[in-house]
């Protein structure tokens, strides 16, 4: 039997150095280490041998297979590399001495008003912070005040990781690191948090004309002593008023999101129809821009913030719909349909 299992090891060695794709490789872990391969039909004997003769045996099966495995390893790799370096060889060549092409590109419609916005943020004292599109559940929902099994989970459903993990549904996500972050500046400096982070959202519901499953939202956050909301309603209203370089009709109403008390809906007048209804605003004449509202207690609290001291607002811009408001784009699915045509019409304003 050692016999046999020195023949096994040896074949496969000659038989993986001389192989040149992965279905051969795919053949030989089955042959040799499969169910039904070579090495478990000489192991299905092993109880033929005597007691002293089992353990030696063994461990030789053991480190055979060991070996082979060790070496499928090192020939996978060994073909990827080579399966990228056809890809590589493959590329054209390009010719530095031809002319450029005077053809330019531009930017999307929301990119553009994204910086418009961090450039108007920014001369208010706001800095501007990224974050991650996988997030956890705590980041996402628990530390916004939307604890599992909570009915406001209903308002937003997105997508799940076999990890456990999502991809955020609201920029909202960020709020309790941003909050850690600069906590100790606030506390022990004095120095107020205000910060935006833009960032792309995603939701599992219905496209129409003013829904996507994809889209751009920007949160605000601003956390210091005696912030009200009238501090709310000027950061908001200068921000729009540069956006649209023109007085905009807005109005603040009663809103529910579990992580503001109180919590507004910050509308603006639609700027497709003037306000006479059309599909982009529901015929309304108004459009959802800025869910907004004096931070809940406690998701300052689990921040790391003394609500009994410190006050803040926050606010949940909609960067998708406040660039179909600013350059008249009626479909919000427009937006990510990829169509050069439709969107190479947009320069960059500044």
Known sequence: MKNQLEKIRQAAKNALDSFE???QLEEARIKYLGKKGELTAILKQMGKLSADERPVIG??????????????????????????????????????????????????????????????????GFHVEDYSEVVSDYECFEAVN????????????????????????????????????????????????????????????????????????????????????SNLIYFMKSMLS?????????????????????????????????????????????????????IHPEVLRMGGIDPEEYTGF???LGLTRLAMMKYGIKDIRDLNSGNLKALSQFTDDE
């Open 242 to 294: 540069e956006v649209f370089k023109k007085d905009v009709k807005v109005r603040l109403r009663p809103g529910f999101f579990p992580f503001v008390e109180p919590g507004f809906e910050l509308d603006i007048s639609c700027l497709i129809c003037g306000g006479d209804g059309c599909p982009s605003c529901k015929n309304s004449g108004w459009l959802e821009l800025c869910p907004c509202g004096m």
């Open 59 to 124: 461990q030789l099966a053991n480190e055979i297979r060991a070996d082979i495995e060790e070496k499928i390893i090192l020939k996978a790799k060994e073909l990827k590399e080579k399966e990228i370096q056809l890809e590589i060889n493959a590329m054209p060549e390009f010719d530095i001495s031809l002319p450029a092409s005077l053809e330019r590109g531009s930017y999307h419609p929301i990119t553009l008003v994204q910086r418009d916005c961090e450039r108007i943020f920014k001369s208010m």
């Open 314 to 316: 926050a606010f949940g």
């Open 146 to 229: 939307i604890p599992k099994h909570h009915p406001a989970r209903d308002m937003q459903d997105t997508y799940y990781l076999e990890n456990g993990q999502l991809l955020k549904s609201h920029t909202s996500a960020a709020q309790n690191a941003i909050y850690l972050k600069y906590k100790d500046s606030l506390i022990n400096d004095g120095v107020p948090i205000k910060a935006i982070f833009p960032g792309r959202c995603f939701r599992n519901e219905a496209t129409d004309a003013c829904h996507e499953n994809t889209f751009f939202q920007m949160e605000g956050v601003m956390v210091d002593k005696n912030i009200s909301i």
């Open 21 to 23: 794709t992965k279905e």
